[in-house]
């Protein structure tokens, strides 16, 4: 038999310390190994690397513990180990991200948990980003002082780094990011990434970031007076970019910050770029109006991307069709976004898509026009959109043979059906 232990510094309960007192083989970190209730003669392998400790073991012969720290769970080897076809028994602890919280003397039902670990720095960054109260579970390479790194000096955030947290070497630092660059860190679990004036939160309904807006493409007088996206216009813009959490998306000179607003609201992180100093101006006023996290970034796109944080998705408005749209196309294109939109002027449409194609993006344009019905009005300018998209689906496509097929559940007996 197979089971996972999860400790945190508190006594073991009375199936935890049942299954570790007839194991075989107990598995584990040195650190959550020390002082353990094994039987006699019982074997003990220290290895952060649990899955390739398991290679060779028959559990169905033996019973082998795993000790993993808090919940294994939550970001931990349970889901590792049912793909690989076992069916452990777990005994989890308190995971990490809650003992960091209460070290912090905070609630955390409205915390956004992400993991920096296995190539996720970058999205984890963009995360602390938008979102002003997160926790970060860190690993090699991508712990506090890489986070502060990517973060300071744009992004204020104040740092709560946890450092073994139930064991007998415990550190919790209160550091800026700054700090957080040069200090040294032992193994840090976990690292909260704090905007102290929104750190305390909203008491809410449901667990995690707040849940998206309920509605999009907001209307054009939610963004004052000024030039930009007309709704009809910006709703496929948006459905073309796809802004999610963990994303960074450019707004490029949309006018009014229309776009980048709407994305920030999803959940993305979000940079607007503008050449004009009061187009920037509009742009922060919109931005305190929706109580988004927008930062605002002067210049042309052009000579300031390489000092950009790295885009997943780029939005080229309206302020660059016919003035230069092929060449901001290509700079940024150049990036590897998964995904770019560009307001085309009608000469520009076809250089655009040719710049997309010769960079690997599936391309494509449309012509957008719409006519007011109620009340009856004349018909929008016609607004040409171009769009590529590096991660899109290609003709060949397939469903995953791992997907489930549809099931249908039988009702019980004597349940009436609805229909509607």
Known sequence: MLTVVGRDGSPLSEAARAALESAALVVGEARLLEGLPLAPGAGKAATKDLAEALKGVDVAEQDVVLVVDGDPGYFGIIRELLEQGHAPEAFPATPPVARAF????????????????????????????????????TGPGAGPAELARALFPVTPRSFVVCENLGGPGERVVYVRPAEATTRPW??????????????????GWISGAAPGPAGWALPADAFGEGPGLRPDVRAFVLAKLGPRIGDMVWDVESGDGSVGIECARFGAAVVAVDRDYAACERVRENVRLHGVKVAMASGDVRSTAGHLPEPDAVFLGPGFAGRGGPDAVRVCAALGPARIVAVAAADDARAILDILDE???IGGAVRLQATPLTPPGEPGEPVIVVWGEQDARTPEWRPSRKNRPIETIPGPPGAVEERS
Not at 186 to 203: I, Q, S, Y
């Open 102 to 137: 209460a070290q912090a003397g905070l609630p955390w039902e409205d915390a956004l948990v992400v993991s920096a670990k296995d190539g996720h720095l970058r999205q984890a960054v963009n995360a602390c980003r938008a979102h002003p109260k997160v926790a970060v579970l």
């Open 359 to 361: 960079q690997g993006f």
């Open 186 to 203: 032992n193994d840090p679990e976990v690292v909260l990434v704090l905007d102290n004036r929104h750190a305390l939160g909203e008491t």
